[in-house]
């Protein structure tokens, strides 16, 4: 059972997304069966993480890449082992933003980024910020697209959608989100617990406005 796009349109009102991202959105919960199930406050709560998360990952929709435009001290606080001292984060930040993702990134295993200048070229991008050279190959080739060379698609709102919902889907997060449990989704997200006070006020305003909008399981229907 599928939350119907009108009221996701709604929902996404009240929460000043644009509603261009109405149908990406509720295409993808579809097609990946998020927020789709037979109890409402499953639906709710999925559909609240959902939201919250990907509003903190890109600023409310609007902003689908990686900021890098750090000060030194941001960095040297971000990554202090490998910057080791603000010197060192002075002289990488005053080289820009691309000079920042290949400090931050290149040579990382765990990414896949085996050559140099992939920091910069496999930087997050999209709702759910898709980081590194193997999670563009492996969510290019899983929905069809070619991330691996051009990377800027994972911007565009019906690919940022699949890649997040395929991405919620392969990382287990439907139970966690299911359960409201904003620690655990963070860290299959975010990898730690980067910005967990954001993303717990904006679960829970989201929460509000979707509960506000499905107050009864009648109020859940299948979209066909």
Same mark, same amino acid.
């Given at each position: 059972?599928?939350?119907?796009?009108?009221?996701?349109? =709604?929902?996404? *009102?009240? #929460?000043?997304?644009?509603? +261009?991202? &109405?149908?990406?959105?509720?295409? %993808?919960?579809?097609? @990946?069966?998020?927020?789709?199930?037979?109890?409402?406050?499953?639906?709710?709560?999925?559909?609240?993480?959902?939201?919250?998360?990907?509003?903190?990952?890109?600023?409310?929709?609007?902003?689908?890449?990686?900021?890098?435009?750090?000060?030194?001290?941001?960095?040297?606080?971000?990554?202090? =082992?490998?910057? *080791?001292? #603000?010197?060192?984060?002075? +002289?990488? &930040?005053?080289?820009?933003?691309? %000079?920042?993702?290949? @400090?931050?990134?290149?040579?990382?295993?765990?990414?896949?980024?085996?050559?140099?200048?992939?920091?910069?070229?496999?930087?997050?991008?999209?709702?759910?910020?898709?980081?590194?050279?193997?999670?563009?190959?492996?969510?290019?080739?899983?929905?069809?697209?070619?991330?691996?060379?051009?990377?800027?698609?994972? *911007?565009?709102?019906?690919?940022?959608?699949?890649?997040?919902?395929?991405?919620?889907?392969?990382?287990?997060?439907?139970?966690?989100?299911?359960?409201?449990?904003?620690?655990?989704?963070?860290?299959?997200?975010?990898?730690?617990?980067?910005?967990?006070?954001?993303?717990?006020?904006?679960?829970?305003?989201?929460?509000?406005?979707?509960?506000?909008?499905?107050?009864?399981?009648?109020?859940?229907?299948?979209?066909?």
């Amino acid at each position: 059972m599928q939350i119907r796009a009108e009221r996701l349109k =709604n929902i996404l *009102k009240k #929460l000043s997304i644009s509603e +261009e991202w &109405t149908e990406p959105i509720h295409k %993808a919960w579809t097609k @990946f069966n998020l927020c789709g199930s037979n109890e409402t406050k499953d639906n709710i709560n999925e559909a609240s993480m959902f939201l919250a998360q990907c509003s903190h990952e890109s600023c409310d929709f609007t902003k689908l890449e990686e900021n890098l435009n750090y000060s030194p001290y941001t960095l040297l606080k971000l990554f202090p =082992n490998k910057t *080791k001292s #603000l010197e060192k984060a002075k +002289e990488i &930040t005053s080289r820009g933003a691309e %000079a920042v993702a290949n @400090f931050i990134y290149d040579y990382r295993t765990d990414l896949g980024n085996y050559t140099a200048g992939d920091g910069w070229r496999y930087r997050g991008r999209g709702i759910i910020q898709l980081t590194g050279r193997n999670n563009y190959k492996f969510y290019g080739e899983k929905l069809g697209f070619n991330l691996i060379n051009n990377p800027d698609r994972a *911007k565009e709102p019906y690919i940022a959608c699949q890649v997040a919902c395929a991405y919620w889907r392969m990382k287990g997060i439907t139970a966690f989100a299911r359960e409201g449990n904003v620690i655990a989704v963070t860290r299959k997200i975010n990898g730690g617990l980067n910005g967990l006070d954001d993303r717990r006020r904006r679960f829970e305003r989201v929460l509000e406005i979707v509960g506000e909008s499905l107050p009864v399981a009648s109020e859940v229907m299948n979209e066909k």
